[in-house]
C-alpha cells in the first residue's frame, strides 16, 4: 500500500473516531427540550445567554422575538437537558448571580407534588424588579415620607413648648416665695400638732378605755345569754318529762304541754335574735340585758309555778286543802 493511501486511510478513522466522540458525547448530555416563556422585560440577556436550573446551568436561551399575539410580552424560547425536571409550579425569571455578574434566566424547582411539563409548554414566569421600578417606587414614596418628617416636626416643636412650660411651672413651684410659704406651713403644723398633742394623747386613752369596757359588757352579755339558753334548755326538758307524765293521765294535757314546747321553741328563737340585736346594738347592751334578765324570772317563775301546781294548767281555782283530821278528837 502506498503512502499517501495509508494517510488517507488514517485521516478518514481520525474522522470517524471524532464523529463517533460527538455522537457518544450528545448522548451522554441526553435529549434537548424545548421550552417558553414570556416576559416584559429581558434587558441583560441574548440568544445563547445560560439557562439555569436552581442555580445548575442545564441549557440556553436560542431565540428571543416579540410575542405576536401580545406584543407587550418578549417570547423566549429556551433549550435544556430533558432529565431537568420541570413541574407546572416551576417559575422563570431574570436574574444574576452577583450585582455585577452577567444576567441569565433562572427556573425554580417547583414543588415536589405538581406534576411535569410536557415539552413545548410554557413555563409561568415573574418579572424581575429593574432600578427603574425602584427609582419609581423610591420617587412615589418620598412625598409621603416628606408629610411623615413634617408631622414629626410639628410634634416635635409641641412637644418642646410644653416641656418649657413644665420646666417654667416647676421653677415657679420652686421658687424662693413658694419655699418660705412650705417652710412657714410645716412650722405651723409643727406647732399645731406640739399643742394639741395633750389633748389626742387623752382622748386615745378615753377611746381605749370605751373600747375595754364595750368588749368587757360583750363578753358578760354573752355569758348572760348562754345562762338564758341553758335555763330555756332545762325548762324545755322539765316540760317534755311532765308532758311524758301527764300524758299518762290525760290526753288534753299532751295537747297543752306541745303548745308550751312551741312556746319554748319560739322563745329560743325569739333570744338567738336577741342575741343577734345584742351583738349589733352595742350601745343598748345594758337595756337589753334587763329585758333579758326579766324574761328569765318569768320563766323561772313559770317553772317554779308549774311544778307547784300543775293543776293550775286544767283548772282555773286550786283545790282547797282539805282539813285534817286531829287524833283523839271527840266523836
Known amino acids: ?49 445560560p439557562v439555569r436550573f436552581g442555580g445548575m446551568k442545564v441549557g ?4 428571543i422575538r416579540p410575542w405576536p ?18 413541574n407546572a409550579d416551576s417559575v422563570a425569571s431574570v436574574t444574576s448571580l452577583s450585582p455585577l455578574g452577567d444576567k441569565y434566566l433562572e427556573i425554580s424547582t417547583g414543588t415536589n407534588k405538581a406534576p411535569r411539563i410536557p415539552p413545548g409548554a410554557t413555563i409561568p414566569s415573574t418579572e424581575p424588579v429593574s432600578i427603574d421600578d425602584l427609582a419609581k417606587q423610591a420617587s412615589a414614596l418620598i412625598p409621603t ?3 411623615t418628617l413634617q408631622d414629626m416636626q410639628k410634634n416635635i416643636d409641641q412637644l418642646t413648648g410644653n416641656a418649657q412650660v413644665v420646666l417654667a411651672n416647676l421653677q415657679s413651684m420652686t421658687g424662693p416665695q413658694n419655699q418660705r410659704n ?7 403644723a409643727r406647732e399645731l400638732l406640739d399643742k394639741e398633742s395633750p389633748q389626742i394623747d387623752r382622748v386615745l386613752q378615753n377611746l381605749e378605755r370605751a373600747s375595754s369596757q364595750a368588749s368587757a359588757a360583750l363578753n358578760q352579755a354573752s355569758g348572760a345569754l348562754n345562762e338564758v339558753q341553758t335555763a330555756a334548755q332545762t325548762a324545755n326538758n322539765t316540760f317534755a318529762s ?11 294535757l299532751k295537747t297543752d304541754l306541745a303548745e ?9 328563737r325569739l333570744i338567738a335574735d336577741l342575741k343577734a340585736v345584742v351583738s349589733a346594738n352595742r350601745y343598748n347592751i345594758d337595756e337589753t ?34 282539813a285534817v283530821p286531829v287524833v283523839g278528837a271527840r266523836q
Open 1 to 49: 500500500m502506498s503512502k499517501e493511501l495509508k494517510v488517507g486511510a488514517f485521516v478518514i478513522s481520525s474522522l470517524l473516531i471524532l464523529l463517533a466522540t460527538f455522537v457518544y458525547v450528545d448522548q451522554l448530555s441526553g435529549v434537548r427540550v424545548l421550552y417558553k416563556t414570556y416576559l416584559r422585560h429581558i434587558g441583560g440577556v441574548d440568544p445563547g445567554s
Open 60 to 63: 440556553a436561551i436560542t431565540a
Open 69 to 86: 399575539k401580545d406584543p407587550t410580552k418578549i417570547e423566549v424560547v429556551l433549550e435544556v437537558r430533558g432529565a431537568v425536571p420541570v
Open 145 to 147: 415620607v416628606q408629610s
Open 182 to 188: 412650705f417652710s412657714a406651713l410645716l412650722a405651723n
Open 242 to 252: 311532765a308532758g311524758r307524765t301527764i300524758d299518762e293521765i290525760r290526753d288534753p
Open 260 to 268: 308550751m314546747q312551741r312556746t319554748m321553741t319560739d322563745a329560743r
Open 289 to 322: 340585758l334587763d329585758n333579758f334578765r326579766a324574761a328569765s324570772e318569768n320563766l323561772r317563775d313559770l317553772t317554779a309555778s308549774v311544778k307547784q301546781r300543775p293543776w293550775s294548767l286544767l283548772r282555773g281555782k286550786p283545790v282547797p286543802d282539805r
